[in-house]
């Protein structure tokens, strides 16, 4: 939607002709969330090791003496499905410039969160951010990423294979998407809970110790 050699006056009464999304259902961003979920397929891309996710694309108005500057807020997540994974936010007059910001700020922001055998947590967790609460649990194998919206494409590009989710509360996407982040950020695996009481991983996962060495390198894996 870029809009070259323009004034200010100009892109503000091209932007104002777009149609309203969804201002219709008294739910002025709704719509706008809407839209910026239509295009997010389209605006998937890796660079390198690292994928991004457009979660939400909102416009934005600035009132100032001359009237209203209209921009865009991005919402972008980004990881190396690896256990890497980190969100950011970005402003700016055209959309493309603010997913940029927000792209920058996700792999300035990413925090690295334990896998069991790489495809799913090591026990349920349980996050919250103003109105929005989520409760991710761990799943067996071929369960797949059952999460919708925002939380999904965390998942994704964390590189969760198996997981269940449930936000309860707001559907506001910067709401889910921190509340995720502030149960993923409490994950713990099972050697660091050893470290931390002073057992082993075998006492920790609840064996029995009977196993023989090649019990114990499976556990510290699996750890």
Not at 91 to 97: F, G, I, T, W
Not at 111 to 129: K, M, Q, W
Request: hydrophobic residues 35%.
């Amino acid at each position: 939607m870029a809009v070259a050699n323009t004034t200010d006056q100009e892109q503000g009464d091209h932007i104002g002709e777009q149609p309203q999304r969804g201002r219709g259902r008294g739910r002025g961003r709704g719509g706008d969330r809407e839209g910026g979920g239509r295009d997010r397929g389209d605006r998937e891309r890796g660079e390198g090791e690292i994928i991004e996710k457009l979660v939400a694309v909102n416009r934005v108005a600035k009132v100032v003496k001359g009237g209203r500057r209209f921009g865009f807020a991005a919402l972008v997540v980004a990881g190396d499905q690896k256990g890497r994974v980190g969100y950011g936010h970005g402003k700016a007059r055209e959309v493309p410039e603010a997913i940029r910001k927000a792209t920058d700020a996700a792999k300035r922001a990413m925090i690295r969160v334990p896998l069991r055998e790489g495809r799913t947590l090591h026990h349920d967790l349980s996050g919250t951010y103003g109105a929005g609460r989520v409760v991710v649990r761990a799943a067996p194998p071929g369960t797949g990423i059952i999460a919708g919206g925002p939380m999904r494409a965390v998942f994704e590009t964390l590189g969760i294979a198996d997981v269940v989710a449930k936000s309860v509360g707001t559907s506001n996407p910067y709401n889910m998407v921190k509340a995720t982040f502030a149960a993923l950020k409490g994950a713990m695996s099972p050697r660091v809970v050893a470290a931390r009481r002073g057992r082993s991983v075998n006492q920790i996962l609840g064996r029995s110790g009977k196993k023989d060495g090649a019990g114990a390198e499976e556990a510290e894996a699996e750890a």
